[in-house]
Each structure stands twice: as structure tokens, then as C-alpha cells.
């Protein structure tokens, strides 16, 4: 498991185990170029991840204090956090969707100046899932030419036909 980058002549792997306490133990199930040059990972069980745009260092963001505690884990399992998608808006916020979180912030919005500048007293905006009628499910965050967010949630998951919601901000 693990991210390869392509520079025009060579590929360069950042992969497990040799980055053992990263999210390179989880598949990956989102990645994103922000407008900064930084790729961001979403993990299915491991946070998720931003290269920064030098590619030499990684930001990582999951169950632990030193990541700011900023992604929320599944019930019954406080390590693994699952962030199956990540979108980018027209203003350069970055959008990931904490599948199942605990604590019901189910889409967060990650500000353009975090992005630039990750910092602890930077507050990323969060989405609790009692906007959307306490669904915990969501799997997929889409941005369309409105600029509204819609979120979606995988096939069998649907209850009552209520699995796709669109926020208008």
C-alpha cells in the first residue's frame, strides 16, 4: 500500500512498511491535488494525509493528539477513522467526508488557509450528520458548478431513499 508520484523522469513510492506509523497500513480510497501543489490521501481506516507541496514532508491526520484530534474514528474502533472522499472547492477548501464518526461530524470543510498554512489554532468548519436526517453513512462528496456539496451514500447503505443530500453554503 502506498502513493507514487511521477515527476517526468522518475517515480518516486512512499508505501508501507516503511512509513509504519503513517497511513500507508490502509488502503487509500481518495486522493487530491489542492491548489497549492499539495496531494491529500483519504484512508479507509487510517485518517487521511497531505504531502506537502516540496513532497518531502507529510502532514497526517488522524486518532492522535499530535494530528490535533481534527478526524473523528467509527464506533467501538477509536484508531480508525475512515475518510473515503475528498473534493476541492473553487475558493481552494478542501472537503473530506469522515465516514461513520463518532462524534457525528460527517463532512468537514478544510479551509483554504489551513491549506496553505497548517497551524493548530486554525479551525477546519464541521458537518454534523443531524443536518441530514442523522444519517452516519456517507461515502462521497461532489462539488458542482453552483458550488453547492453534495454527499451520497454507498448502495446498500440508502435508507428510505434518502442517501443523497446537497448543502447550498
Known amino acids: 500500500l502506498g502513493l507514487c508520484r511521477y515527476n517526468g523522469n ?14 500507508f497500513g490502509y488502503q487509500h480510497h481518495s ?15 487510517g485518517g487521511m494525509a497531505r504531502y506537502q507541496p516540496n513532497g518531502d514532508s507529510l502532514d497526517i491526520y ?19 477513522i475512515v475518510v473515503p472522499d475528498l473534493e476541492l472547492d473553487e475558493f481552494g477548501n478542501v472537503w473530506a467526508v469522515n465516514r461513520s464518526a463518532t462524534n457525528g461530524n460527517v ?19 464541521y458537518f ?22 453534495w454527499i451520497a451514500s454507498g448502495g446498500a447503505t440508502v435508507i428510505d431513499g434518502q442517501g443523497v443530500y446537497a448543502i447550498d453554503d
Open 107 to 125: 463532512l468537514i470543510c478544510i479551509p483554504r488557509d489551513f491549506v496553505r498554512e497548517p497551524s493548530e489554532d486554525k479551525t477546519w468548519i
Open 10 to 23: 522518475e517515480w518516486r513510492v512512499w508505501s508501507y512498511p516503511r512509513y509504519k506509523h503513517s497511513v
Open 62 to 80: 488522524n486518532h492522535t493528539v499530535e494530528s490535533g484530534e481534527r478526524l473523528s474514528a467509527i464506533p467501538g474502533s477509536p484508531r480508525y
Open 128 to 149: 454534523h450528520r443531524s443536518l441530514f436526517r442523522n444519517f452516519p453513512h456517507f461515502d462521497r462528496v461532489t462539488i458542482d458548478g453552483q458550488g453547492r456539496k
Open 31 to 45: 486522493v487530491l491535488s489542492d491548489m497549492d501543489g499539495g496531494i491529500w490521501v483519504g484512508t479507509w481506516g
